[in-house]
């Protein structure tokens, strides 16, 4: 990693990290607007840092058979399909996928592991500020918080992680069927 990545992703936490502590000052932690800037900020922080981290503990990666009808229950294809619907997901796929093949895949899938460790890295965020803000007795701005940074963060992770088991449980049936 380059002296430059370091401080792009040092400056994704502070700017993260700042506007959250900003804001509960500036704003309050009980108001909305509070909810919406810091996980905004969140986001942001996610996107510069999170590329970082995305080599550490590959094995989370790994999606069980299990895991997509659970995320289906819980409405995370029922949101991945409205993003389609509105375009997001094409947005998306064309930002990651620049080639076709075996290699465009592999780029693809890289980005799920990126977006994921991203909104992983957001959502702890997003955790320890609602404890913090239920801590200092703020229950309406914890309940705030954490509810738009599921929304945010939770549900993208369970979308890639559906997304990602669609890919390679393709993949291996396609390579599975051709012994």
Do not use: C
Not at 79 to 108: D, S
Not at 134 to 153: D, N
């Amino acid at each position: 990693m380059t002296t430059g990545d370091q401080r792009t992703r040092a400056a994704g936490l502070v700017f993260g990290l700042g506007s959250a502590a900003a804001g509960w000052f500036a704003i309050g932690p009980d108001h909305l607007v509070y909810a919406v800037v810091v996980q905004g900020a969140f986001l942001f922080m996610a996107l510069l840092t999170g590329p970082a981290l995305v080599d550490i503990a590959r094995y989370r990666y790994r999606v069980r058979p299990f895991e997509p009808r659970i995320y289906t229950l819980l409405g995370a294809e029922a949101l991945r399909r409205l993003l389609g619907l509105v375009g997001w997901n094409r947005i998306i796929k064309e930002m990651r996928q620049t080639e076709q093949g075996a290699t465009g895949i592999a780029r693809f899938l890289r980005g799920t592991e990126q977006s994921e460790t991203g909104h992983l890295l957001g959502f702890f965020a997003t955790a320890v500020l609602a404890i913090m803000a239920a801590a200092t007795s703020h229950p309406r701005g914890a309940a705030q918080i954490l509810l738009l940074g599921m929304i945010l963060h939770l549900y993208p992770v369970m979308i890639q992680r559906i997304t990602r088991f669609r890919i390679t449980s393709r993949r291996t049936n396609i390579n599975g069927s051709g012994r």
